[in-house]
Nanobody, 115 residues
Framework: QVQLVESGGGSVQAGGSLRLSCAAS????????INWYRQAPGKERELVAAITRSGSTNLADSVKGRFTISRSIAKNTVYLQMNSLKPEDTAAYYCNARTGSWVGWGQGTQVTVSS
């Protein structure tokens, strides 16, 4: 099974940027889709961005124009570039991978945006 490890979280002021990384222990090219989810305290987990094996991407409406999802197949890593951060982006961000019936999760990384 592929293990996922997130990094890049931290604390920034509103308007700032962060880049999250999701490093996989195996080839991400074999994974059907890799997603970024987030969960704020007291709220349900929300799908933020997705990238498929073919490279197609999708972003939640709440982050379109501010976030970008990309990947490096050579590094087996998926990135979430987050610009123009808002306090409402504060959450724990999780990397998720799905292939067939297999689903994997990373441990999460905290993003805190102050006003």
């Amino acid at each position: 099974q592929v293990q996922l490890v997130e990094s890049g979280g931290g604390s920034v002021q509103a308007g700032g940027s962060l880049r999250l990384s999701c490093a996989a222990s195996g080839s991400i090219f074999s994974i059907d889709v890799i997603n970024w989810y987030r969960q704020a305290p007291g709220k349900e987990r929300e799908l933020v961005a997705a990238i498929t094996r073919s490279g197609s991407t999708n972003l939640a409406d709440s982050v379109k124009g501010r976030f970008t999802i990309s990947r490096s197949i050579a590094k087996n890593t998926v990135y979430l570039q987050m610009n123009s951060l808002k306090p409402e982006d504060t959450a724990a961000y999780y990397c998720n991978a799905r292939t067939g019936s297999w689903v994997g999760w990373g441990q999460g990384t905290q993003v805190t945006v102050s006003s």
